[in-house]
């Protein structure tokens, strides 16, 4: 696949850390390795990092989205939801998802700990407690994951985290139309890109094609 430069979003006064920067497809992560990093996140009882990482997966937000998200889009009544919805910022337009037992349990466990009250964000800037974390602390998040079960930091990034579940019902579904919604995007033609659909389905073709 071409290598292109690929922002993840653009707010307005606001330069993407990787403007600029040619870099190519990132491949999603495969179960065992969802699996591997869950384990491993709760061994280490890092809570937050764990709420981040299913809430991430099950969401399938871009990392602009995610970062700013807020206890009144996921919870209410103090319980958190099994669907919500936000305004995308890259698009404007709504996107729902949703949100699995074991990514709400994860999120319910750190809003106790952190004692997260009231409408506030869900992940915090530990250096700026007002602020919520950023997209480049996210990416640097995710390299640490991505590190844990050895795989290759610069292979992955948080598209692979956005693409991952996306990619695991086109594989299991093969419905366009509903990875589209789940992902919040416009057009047809930006998903079947996005996921890379066409290559990987020609070569699935072509693997059980005999001459």
């Avoid at 795989?151 to 956005?162: C, F």
Wanted: proline share 4%; with cysteine; aromatic share 6%.
């Amino acid at each position: 696949m071409q290598n292109r430069t690929e922002s993840e979003c653009t707010p307005c006064g606001h330069i993407p850390w990787n403007k600029g920067r040619i870099i190519g497809q990132k491949p999603p992560l495969k179960p065992q390795d969802i699996w591997s990093i869950r384990v491993l996140l709760k061994m280490k009882s890092q809570l937050r990092d764990l709420a981040l990482f299913n809430l991430a997966i099950d969401s399938k937000l871009r990392a602009c989205d995610l970062v700013k998200l807020r206890t009144s889009d996921v919870i209410h009544g103090g319980t958190v939801l099994p669907r919500a919805s936000i305004v995308q910022q890259k698009t404007g337009q709504p996107v729902r998802f949703e949100l699995t037992e074991q990514t709400r349990d994860a999120v319910q466990q750190w809003v106790c700990v952190a004692d997260l009250r009231g409408d506030t964000w869900l992940f915090g800037s530990r250096a700026k407690p007002k602020d919520h974390i950023t997209t480049r602390q996210y990416a640097r998040i995710v390299k640490r994951w991505i590190g844990m079960i050895d795989l290759d930091p610069s292979v992955y990034g948080t598209h692979s985290i956005r693409r991952t579940k996306a990619s695991l019902i086109y594989k299991r579904t093969k419905n366009l139309r509903a990875v589209q919604l789940l992902l919040g995007h416009t057009k047809l033609a930006s998903t079947v890109k996005y996921l890379g659909v066409e290559v990987d389905d020609a070569l699935e073709i072509a693997e059980h094609t005999e001459i």
